[in-house]
């Protein structure tokens, strides 16, 4: 099937990347993952490995690291970028170019013609605050594909949009992508 390169920040939603990268992996996709560092706090890289059969990374000084050019070779590697979850703080460094990750690096330096898909997930009022809408809107006007969070109850008590979408339906939304 596809390479898809699936990076994910840190949030509550985490649990449901792990869930998505094995949903991917089994749909016959090759998956490579990429943690931002504070999401590698909340969740061990190597579940990931588990469930892809390959190396998930953090860090561009990870021990397993490929090479001086990881961010590089991951992004040529990809016919697809995902990530999900966003958090508020991913979105704001990749509208404002930053580079200050291995996740940020590498989706700054894919190929405009590689598809790139955006999963948000966050508090119903920080998604709603001006400076992370304008951000999503950034995001859209340099070509990724910002999806819509579900609404419901979310793990800090609230209720209202910003739950990560279930990985059926961005398995659906990958899909769509790549048949394109």
Known sequence: MSKILLCASASVALYKACDLASQ???AGHEVRTLLTPAAARLVNPQLFEAVTAQAASSSEFDADRRGAMDHIEHARWAELALVAPCTADLAARLAAGMAD???ATTLLVLDPSVPRLLY???N???LAHPAVVRNLEQLAADGWHV???DEGSLACGEIGPGRLVEPEQILVRVAELLAR
């Open 24 to 26: 991917l992996t089994q």
């Open 101 to 103: 990750d291995l996740v």
């Open 120 to 122: 948000p997930a966050m």
């Open 147 to 149: 999806e819509q969070p």
């Open 124 to 126: 119903p009022t920080m």
